[in-house]
């Protein structure tokens, strides 16, 4: 018996799937045999991300359906996703959190209640909210998984980033003790650096903005490169192979932290 192709056959459920880093995590994750289930914020999103994926992967297992977060009925609708994803793929045993909304990057002048409430709805109910979703849908078994989401800037401050490193920090010490709330369901997260998504249009760069800032960065990261979404994804993939990994934070960040 194969030893090192845990994934196949297995059912992900990748909440942000249908772009950036989450799809391709859902392309891994084909790749790696597995049946997959994506969610993103719109109808719309959701099937364009499945044409795509069925065009370049004709053969794959792939559903999806549209799961808004930003909603005060998100605890509903987490359950009414993984309702229909099993209903769709049966049992889910990995889950992947990649969803958010675009980075609310401000100077301290301009915190705001509102706008920290905004953030933390996506950046801190949400994942919490989903730790109780998974704690009732996926199997309570080492073999099964929940991985969040951070960012590099849990470790290294950057002017104009306090609420979102606030969140990022937050979101370290969840993972590790949601580990033991929902053991032995494994729960992790991945800390990416900067990665080439489309999430950097959605804070306002225009393609030109985003080449020169991301030019900048590759002279300065040791990889001499802006990390790719198809190796920033195996992060995930890994946590979903290894049964001995929980409440870790897997950074994949270019060395920026050397710098
Ligand atoms: N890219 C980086 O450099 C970087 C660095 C460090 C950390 N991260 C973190 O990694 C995670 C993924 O980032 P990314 O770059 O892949 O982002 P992205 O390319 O902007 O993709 C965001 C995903 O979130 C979904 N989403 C947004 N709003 C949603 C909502 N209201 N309800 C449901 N889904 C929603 C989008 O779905 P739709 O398309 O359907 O709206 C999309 O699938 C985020 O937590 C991000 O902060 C990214």
């Not at 949400?126 to 099964?144: D, I, N, Q, T």
Request: with cysteine; hydrophobic share 45%.
């Amino acid at each position: 018996m194969a030893k090192y192709n845990k994934l196949a056959g297995k059912h992900f459920l990748v909440i942000g799937g249908t772009k950036g880093i989450g799809r391709g995590v859902v392309e891994g994750a084909i790749e790696a045999g597995a049946r997959v289930t994506l969610a993103g914020s719109s109808t719309a999103s959701v099937s364009k991300a499945l044409d795509e994926v069925r065009a370049a992967y004709p053969s794959a297992q792939v559903a999806g359906f549209a799961c808004d977060l930003s909603k005060d009925t998100v605890e509903q609708d987490l359950d009414a996703l993984f309702a229909r994803a099993k209903e769709a793929q049966g049992e889910v045993d990995h889950v992947v959190l990649t969803a958010a909304d675009p980075l609310a990057v401000m100077g301290v002048d301009e915190i705001s209640l509102e706008r920290v409430r905004k953030v933390a709805h996506m950046r801190m109910a949400v994942p919490m909210l989903l730790g109780k979703a998974a704690a009732r849908h996926v199997r309570r078994s080492h073999e099964c998984s929940l991985t969040l989401s951070t960012g590099g800037i849990a470790d290294s401050p950057a002017s104009g980033w306090s609420v979102i490193a606030f969140m990022a920090a937050g979101l370290t010490g969840l993972t590790r003790n949601l580990a033991l709330d929902l053991k032995p369901l494994r729960v992790n997260a991945v800390e990416p650096g900067f990665v080439d998504t489309p999430l950097w249009e959605s804070i306002g760069f225009t393609a030109e903005q985003k080449a020169a800032v991301f030019n900048e960065w590759s002279k300065k990261l040791p990889t001499g490169q802006i990390g790719l979404v198809e190796d920033v994804a195996e992060a995930y993939i890994y946590l979903a192979k290894d049964s001995n990994a929980t409440g870790e934070i897997v950074k994949t960040r270019g060395g920026h932290n050397l710098i």
